[in-house]
Structure formats: C-alpha cells, structure tokens
T-cell receptor
Framework: EPEVTQTPSHQVTQMGQEVILRCVPI?????FYWYRQILGQKVEFLVS????????KSEIFDDQFSVERPDGSNFTLKIRSTKLEDSAMYFC????????????????FGPGTRLTVL | RKEVEQDPGPFNVPEGATVAFNCTYS??????FFWYRQDCRKEPKLLMS???SGNEDGRFTAQLNRASQYISLLIRDSKLSDSATYLC??????????????FGQGTTLQVKP
C-alpha cells in the first residue's frame, strides 16, 4: 500500500541552525501539507501546497519557514534559523482529490520527524 | 473559543465496554468531519469520516449534528488495541479551499484487561 515517507525520523540541531525536513508524498497525490505537534499539544496546520505553490499558510508559518517541491517526488520544509520553540513533531501529509467529497478529503500522514532544538 | 473542542480524558474502561467521545466545533460553515486515531508518538491515522446521516464501521459509530455543531464517536465492545488518542478533525472553507485539517486536542482512551 502506498505511504507517505519522511526523513529523518529524528533531527537534533542547535538554535539558530537551518534544518530541512524531507517528505515523499504518495505519488499520484495533488495536495501536500505540513503540520506540527508540540509535545502534549494538538496537531497544528502549518502550510498547504498545490500546483507548485503555497495555497494556504498559518500564522505559525512565518518568514523562517519555506517549502519546496524540488522534483516530482520530494516535498521539503525548511526552517532557516531554528528556535527552541520549534521543537516538535513535524508531519507531512498528502491528498489526491479535489475538495468536494468527504471521502476524498482524506489526508495520509507520514510517520513524522521529531525535531529537537537545543 | 477553541475551533474544535474535546474532553481530553483519559477514559479508562474495561475490555468489552462501550465508550462515547464527544466533540464540538465553533465554525458553523465547517464542511467535512473526521475521527482520526493517534497512537503514542505516531502519526494520526484516519479512523472514519463522519457523514450527516451518521455512519458505522464495525464496532465504531460516528454521528454528526450540524445544528448543535457536535460530533460523536461510539466504540462498542472495546478491545485492548483500541487504547489510543482519538482526534476530532474538521475542515472549514477558506479562500483557497485547501482542505486543511483542524484538529481537536484529542481524547485519550485506555482499555484495561
């Protein structure tokens, strides 16, 4: 069964360093997302990406964040200068159909990257 | 008011019990509704979509009340393997209609032998 993959599973970095989190969405999917979950808190939307551009972003997704789909398979999240409060689990998700049918709104999540900023 | 609100629990129940989770959402224009399951330190996984007419999948039954902005999940004959956090999730219309998911904080279920 196709699945979303993410690398690395755990990233430890020093405050102020740049990190790139990588995701390979399911191959025929059209919409891509990043979410984050701070330990003990709810899952929060960061950004959505469609047709090679950001379609929506949250207040969390400030100038320190960027996303890219550099080729036909990878989808990356870059944090330019990490802060302690960026420590969280980052989930990538993808979806294959246009909004309109509840069943087709299903988003498939990758296993996550645990980012620890020291 | 939180966009999606759930009782965090934990709910501690014996095997075989029936347990119900509730969820309310604040945006009356919300379009799609889901229950996701999240195991400790793992990704959310879709348990079931929730339809206006209510729907059932084996031991799981979901209900939606749009007038009250209320969603429920009923688990019958609980198994040890049902122990997890159950996430109430909605989508709301946005200008770009991206289908972003809005999560509740989750309700933790612990099924005991």
């Amino acid at each position: 069964e196709p699945e979303v993959t993410q690398t690395p599973s755990h990233q430890v970095t020093q405050m102020g360093q740049e990190v790139i989190l990588r995701c390979v969405p399911i191959s025929n999917h059209l919409y891509f997302y990043w979410y984050r979950q701070i330990l003990g808190q709810k899952v929060e939307f960061l950004v959505s990406f469609y047709n090679n551009e950001i379609s929506e972003k949250s207040e969390i997704f400030d100038d320190q964040f960027s996303v890219e789909r550099p080729d036909g398979s990878n989808f990356t999240l870059k944090i330019r200068s990490t802060k302690l409060e960026d420590s969280a689990m980052y989930f990538c998700a993808s979806r294959d159909k246009r909004v309109g049918s509840a069943a087709r709104n299903e988003q498939f999540f990758g296993p996550g990257t645990r980012l620890t900023v020291l | 008011r939180k966009e999606v609100e759930q009782d965090p629990g934990p709910f501690n129940v014996p095997e075989g019990a029936t347990v119900a989770f509730n969820c309310t959402y604040s945006n009356s224009a919300s379009q799609s509704f889901f229950w996701y399951r999240q195991d400790c330190r793992k990704e959310p996984k879709l348990l079931m979509s929730v339809y206006s007419s209510g729907n059932e999948d084996g031991r799981f039954t979901a209900q939606l009340n749009r007038a009250s902005q209320y969603i429920s999940l009923l688990i019958r004959d609980s198994k040890l393997s049902d122990s997890a956090t159950y996430l109430c999730v909605v989508t709301t219309p946005s200008g770009s209609n991206t289908g972003k998911l809005i999560f509740g904080q989750g309700t933790t279920l612990q099924v005991k032998p």
